[in-house]
């Protein structure tokens, strides 16, 4: 029996795992300014970043934070999953290795 591309039910694994998932990629590039200074504070305080780091830390922590527990964003990234697995489930190749295999140079 093969699956519908269109239909829209979620399964545990992709309403728990896989949407979290694109959910951490996203809200990572979209705190790309935090993330930044998070990792230089770390890199230029070496063992002593704990201690060190703590305002670049709570700052990529509420970044982060505001975008898992907004609705909109959740909407948003299902819906690009759904996207990409009603791809997926038209011509059988992930979306990550259709991108990879885009020719490099002409």
């Known amino acids: 029996m093969a699956l519908d591309p ?13 949407i979290p998932k694109i959910m951490r990629e996203k809200a990572r590039e979209r705190c790309s300014e935090q993330v930044e200074d998070f990792t230089k ?13 703590r305002k670049e830390n709570s700052a990529l922590k509420d970044c982060l934070t505001a975008y898992y527990n907004d609705p909109a964003f959740y909407e948003e990234c299902k819906l690009e999953y759904l996207k990409e697995r009603e791809e997926f489930r038209k011509t059988g190749v992930p979306t990550k290795r259709r ?6 140079s002409m």
């Open 41 to 53: 504070c770390c890199k230029d305080s070496g063992i002593l970043m704990v201690v060190k780091c």
């Open 99 to 104: 991108l990879q295999k885009l020719p490099t």
């Open 6 to 18: 269109a239909e829209h039910h979620l399964r545990h694994v992709e309403k728990d795992v896989l």
